[in-house]
């Protein structure tokens, strides 16, 4: 393991384990380095496909890359949407809950060998809920509840969905967990620098370019808050494009991808203090808090 990069970050250290969809198959590959390195979080925060990718390795530590792999490659669109329309949504949860079943998870919440925080949204005040103890199932449902897509999750009285909505990339939970630093799982072009584009002339197109934009601000917004604080360690992926949000035959690709992408991302990295230590960025050599 790096001397001076992982080892060098203040424990607690949390892994955040951003959204994503389909793009999810990038974590599996940042989990191939990260394992392959020696490291094992302290506690994991999941929100979205992250939550499900990190109840997974809260359950099995240090050696979840292999099994996850084997999942993510086998995955086709009907295992995880479901024909099944109603009024709340598309699809049925019915393949979601199918994947929780075969990842060998306890129960609930406070069972896993690694804290483990799920993020969602309630429906009626907008609130980001932390889910951190309690049905683990019905958590991962509500994190991952796409509004529309999946059916939304009543849980203790509230009505949840996907945590994606308000924290892409649950940074902030991860501090209110009581992290002192933090690896970052995000994925996808959103999560870096965005290249200025044309306008854009078609329907479609433009809302895919608002989408992207307003979440790449609320990842950005959210990343420099908690770097202001403690050592923020966004770990990348080399995806650099989204696939259609129903395909994923680009599973092995992602995973070869990233893995390549974040072990050498990770062997250059050096921790110096508070910053955001990124990809393209200074403060990966000194900390930009100082």
């Not at 295992?79 to 949504?89: E, N, Y």
């Not at 019915?94 to 925080?117: D, K, M, N, Y």
């Not at 509230?158 to 009581?178: E, F, S």
């Amino acid at each position: 393991m790096n001397e001076a990069g992982l080892r060098a970050l203040p424990r607690p250290v949390a892994a955040v384990v951003g959204g994503g969809g389909v793009l999810g198959a990038a974590h599996v590959g940042v989990g191939y380095a990260l394992e392959q390195r020696g490291f094992v979080p302290d506690l994991i925060v999941g929100t979205s496909v992250g939550a499900l990718t990190g109840a997974t390795a809260a359950a099995h530590p240090g050696n979840v890359a292999p099994w996850l792999d084997r999942v993510w490659t086998r995955l086709r669109r009907r295992d995880v949407f479901p024909l099944g329309a109603s009024r709340a949504s598309l699809f049925t949860d019915s393949g979601v809950r199918r994947l929780i079943a075969r990842a060998g998870l306890p129960s609930r919440i406070e069972q896993l060998p690694i804290p483990f925080t799920a993020v969602a949204m309630d429906l009626t005040t907008g609130e980001e809920m932390l889910l951190r103890d309690g049905d683990l199932e019905s958590a991962l449902l509500a994190s991952s509840a796409i509004p529309g897509i999946l059916p939304p999750v009543v849980r203790e009285g509230r009505t949840l969905v996907d945590g994606g909505v308000i924290a892409y990339v649950p940074v902030r939970a991860a501090v209110l967990a009581g992290a002192a630093s933090v690896i970052v799982l995000s994925i996808g072009p959103e999560s870096g620098p965005l290249p200025p584009i044309g306008p854009r002339r078609r329907a479609g197109a433009i809302a895919t370019r608002a989408g992207v934009l307003m979440v790449h601000h609320q990842i950005e917004r959210d990343l420099h808050e908690v770097s202001q604080q403690l050592p923020t360690v966004v770990v990348p992926t080399g995806i650099n494009e989204w696939p259609s949000p129903w395909d994923f035959g680009h599973a092995k690709r992602m995973i070869r991808t990233a893995s390549a992408t974040a072990g050498r991302f990770l062997d250059s990295l050096r921790v110096d203090g508070p910053g955001l230590y990124r990809q393209g960025s200074t403060a990966m050599l000194v900390g930009a808090g100082r």
